[in-house]
Nanobody, 123 residues
């Protein structure tokens, strides 16, 4: 079972950048399909980005397209989310998870969420 630990969040001014990390571990380690999700206060979880390396697919939500970049380092069992030009509406707790990933979206596989990492964009 895969386990994920997110890190890299923080407080940043509008227009700033952060890089989130998702360290994966588990007996069935498979980073081929990983997604980033976020939950803003009072809202449902939203799929932000995902990578499906077996199918050669990378997905970004329209709200982050052109500003966020997903990548992975297999040697470190880590998936990253580089976030640039951050906006106040990006404020949320960000999670990574095993995910179904296709060209038009992503959905989490399995139940429950990790601890997440808080991103706050504010002046």
């Amino acid at each position: 079972q895969l386990q994920f630990v997110e890190s890299g969040g923080g407080l940043v001014q509008p227009g700033g950048s952060l890089r989130l990390s998702c360290a994966a571990s588990g007996s069935t380690l498979d980073l081929s399909r990983i997604g980033w999700f976020r939950q803003a206060p009072g809202k449902e979880h939203e799929g932000v980005s995902c990578i499906n390396s077996r199918a050669g697919i990378i997905y970004y939500a329209d709200s982050v397209k052109g500003r966020f970049t997903i990548s992975r380092d297999n040697a470190k069992n880590t998936v990253y989310l580089q976030m640039n030009s951050l906006k106040p509406e990006d404020t949320a707790v960000y999670y990574c998870a095993a995910a179904h990933c296709w060209g038009r979206g992503t959905s989490k596989v399995g139940h429950g969420w990790g601890q997440g990492t808080q991103v706050t964009v504010s002046s």
